[in-house]
C-alpha cells in the first residue's frame, strides 16, 4: 500500500493531535470528528492558509464551521513546516475569535484624540485621494543629470510578513507603477 506522509499523519497522528487539542479548546481532524460524532468538524469547511505571525510563512489547514474556526493544524503538505506549527500559530483562532478585535475602519482626524467609525466606501476614496496627491507632489521625471527615472519620493511602503507570494508580487507592481522606491519589508528593520 502507498501511504503518503499525509495519510501517515492522519492515520497514527489524529488520536494524539485530537487529545492535545482537546485540551486547547480545539477538536481533532475531521476523521477523527466524524468517528467521535463531533458535527461541527464532520460538516466543516477546511481551507489551506500562511500563518501571519512571522516570516516563515508555514502553512495551515483550517477548519471552520458556521463562520467559527473548529479546527486548526500544521499543514503535512506545506513544503516550509511540514506538519508542524509552533505555539504562536497553535493559538492562531484567538484572531478570529476575540471581543477586542477591529471589524470597521475607524479614522483619527489630525489633531483630534477621538476615533470614530467610517465606512468603507469614504476609507477607500480617502486613501485613493490622498496617494494621488503625495504622488503627484512628490514625483520626479528627469533627475539633475537629465535622465528620465520616473520616481516618486513622497510615498514609502512597509510590507509585511502576512503577505504572501501572489500579495506580494501584486504589491510590488502597484507600488513600482506609482514610482516608489522606498519599499521595505517590516522583517528588514
Ligand atoms: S507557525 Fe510559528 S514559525 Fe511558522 S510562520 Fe507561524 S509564527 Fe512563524
Given amino acids: 500500500m502507498n501511504v503518503t506522509r499525509r495519510d501517515f499523519l492522519k492515520i497514527s497522528g489524529v488520536t494524539v493531535s485530537g487529545a492535545a487539542l482537546g485540551g486547547l479548546g480545539l477538536h481533532g481532524t475531521s476523521m477523527a470528528g466524524a468517528k ?3 458535527m ?8 489551506t492558509t500562511i500563518c501571519p505571525y512571522c516570516a516563515v510563512g508555514c502553512g495551515l489547514i483550517v477548519q471552520a ?3 467559527k474556526v473548529v479546527n486548526l493544524e500544521g499543514d503535512p503538505d506545506h513544503p516550509i513546516n511540514e506538519g508542524t506549527l509552533c505555539s504562536k500559530a497553535h493559538a492562531l483562532r484567538s484572531v478570529s475569535e476575540n471581543p477586542w478585535r477591529i471589524t470597521k475602519p475607524l479614522y483619527r482626524a489630525p489633531k483630534s484624540s ?3 467609525e467610517v465606512s468603507w466606501d469614504w476609507v477607500y476614496s480617502e486613501i485613493a485621494k490622498r496617494i494621488k496627491k503625495s504622488r503627484d507632489a512628490g514625483f520626479t521625471k528627469v533627475n539633475s543629470s537629465n535622465q528620465v527615472v ?3 519620493d513622497g510615498i514609502a511602503s512597509v510590507g509585511s510578513a502576512a503577505l ?4 506580494c508580487y501584486i504589491l510590488q507592481k502597484w507600488l513600482r507603477a506609482l514610482g516608489l ?5 517590516q522583517a528588514r528593520i
Avoid at 461541527?40 to 481551507?47: D, G, L, V
Avoid at 504572501?164 to 500579495?167: H, K, P, V
Avoid at 522606491?181 to 519589508?185: A, L, R, T
Fill in 181 to 185: 522606491v522606498y519599499i521595505e519589508h
Fill in 65 to 67: 464551521h458556521a463562520g
Fill in 150 to 152: 520616473n520616481r516618486n
Fill in 40 to 47: 461541527a468538524i464532520k460538516y466543516s469547511k477546511e481551507s
Fill in 114 to 116: 477621538e476615533w470614530k
Fill in 164 to 167: 504572501d507570494n501572489e500579495e
Fill in 36 to 38: 467521535s460524532g463531533n
